[in-house]
Each structure stands twice: as C-alpha cells, then as structure tokens.
C-alpha cells in the first residue's frame, strides 16, 4: 500500500497545462486466465489530467477477484482428513479422471496505474476513441487447493493428500488499453474499456490479466 501512496503523491506533482480534469468509476469484468484461475469482477477508480491536446495523464486504483472454490470449502466444524466433512465426501466420489481436474483458485487484486491516455480525432458512431500506455504497480493474494496424491479403488478415490496453497507477490508491470467514450450529458461521459495488464517478472505465474469494464466520469 505504501509504494501505491508514492505513486498518487508522484501523480499529483506532475503538471497540467489545462483545467481539464475528471474523475471516473468503472465496472466489468476481469479474465484471469494469466493467473491459472477464470473470470472475475473487477472495478477501477480513476483521476486523469489534460496534458497537451488530446493526451491525458492519470492514475487509477483498481481491485479484481476470482474465486472458483465451491461453497463446501468455507469454515465447518466438521473437517476429515483436512477439509470440510462435505468435500470429504465428494473427493471420495470422484472417478479417476475426475480426480486429475479437481483444484479450485482464489485471487484477490490490488492494483495502480500511472498512465498516458490518447484521443485521436476519431469517432465511431459516435464514440470517441482512446488507447492509453502506462506503469503498474499490482500486489496479489492466492490461495489453491488440489489433491497432492491420491488411490484409485473401483474407479473411485480410496484415499488422498490435500494440498493447500497460498501466496502474495508485489510486482510492478505495464498497461495497455484500448477504449471508446461518448458524451451523455455536458461533462458526464459513458466509456468502455478493454485493457491488458502484465507483469515485468515473467517467472511469476501470475503475471497477467486483462479487463473489459464500462464506466462513467465527470469533467470539471
């Protein structure tokens, strides 16, 4: 969270040679197939500042989820062999080819972006067009969990390991988006934005995912 508030306080150092500002809130959703993991909700807070014509700088802070664990996984009381007595269960059902896709995912993002943000003099229908280019700062929280080992009897698991991972990484990364917006009223504008966002440490498994999201903001 600290180097997230050096980011901001940069943001707010940096020049403007227009009044034109606004602020924004997007929603959508987030495909973390970059991460091992699905799709996900995702939602943006954003402040920008006119550069020169047609070029914005901003910063945005955004958070994005995945979580495919079934409901038998929250807390029990009731746990066999290290998880809840209702998962027990279904493991033991599983058939042998079952068995080899049972894992489930669980992220949670936090992340923020200092970008330049372009509008050339291009409508469709319309809508304006933006691409945008930037840094990123992203920290990730996981959690998964998948059978370690395990025996077949009869087609069906006998007995097994689980196994429970977790991990939280802070990287740093680019953005790139592409995006269109449109006037609704004076200074309320609709945009719909798409946007790809990898880490700089490939070694990472989580290093990537991209956002599709749709938002309003206010100019002043």
């Known amino acids: 969270m600290k180097y997230i508030i050096l980011l901001f306080v940069l943001f707010c150092t940096l020049p403007g040679f227009s009044q034109d500002k606004s ?84 992220y949670n993002v936090e992340y923020s972006q200092l970008y330049l943000k372009y509008s050339p003099n291009l409508n469709i229908l319309g809508f304006k067009v933006h691409t945008l280019l930037g840094l990123m700062l992203i920290n990730v929280e996981s959690t998964a969990f998948g059978l370690a080992q395990w025996k077949i009897v009869n087609d069906r698991v006998d007995s097994y390991t689980p196994r429970y991972s977790f991990s939280s990484s802070t990287e740093m990364g680019a953005v790139f988006g592409v995006g269109i917006n449109r006037q609704i009223v004076p200074d309320l504008h609709f945009s719909l934005n798409g946007k790809y966002n990898g880490q700089f440490n490939y070694s990472n498994i989580e290093y990537e995912f991209l956002t599709l999201n749709m938002g309003l903001s206010k100019r002043f």
């Open 23 to 106: 602020i924004g809130v997007n929603a959508g959703l987030v495909d973390t197939g970059g991460i091992e993991g699905g799709m996900g909700f995702n939602m943006e807070f954003y402040y920008e500042k006119e550069f020169l014509k047609n070029l914005n700088y901003g910063i945005n802070f955004g958070i994005a989820n995945h979580n495919n664990f079934p409901e038998g996984f929250e807390p029990v009381n009731n746990y066999v062999n290290g998880v809840p007595a209702l998962i027990d269960e279904e493991i033991r059902n599983l058939a042998f080819v079952e068995s080899f896709n049972y894992r489930f995912q669980k």
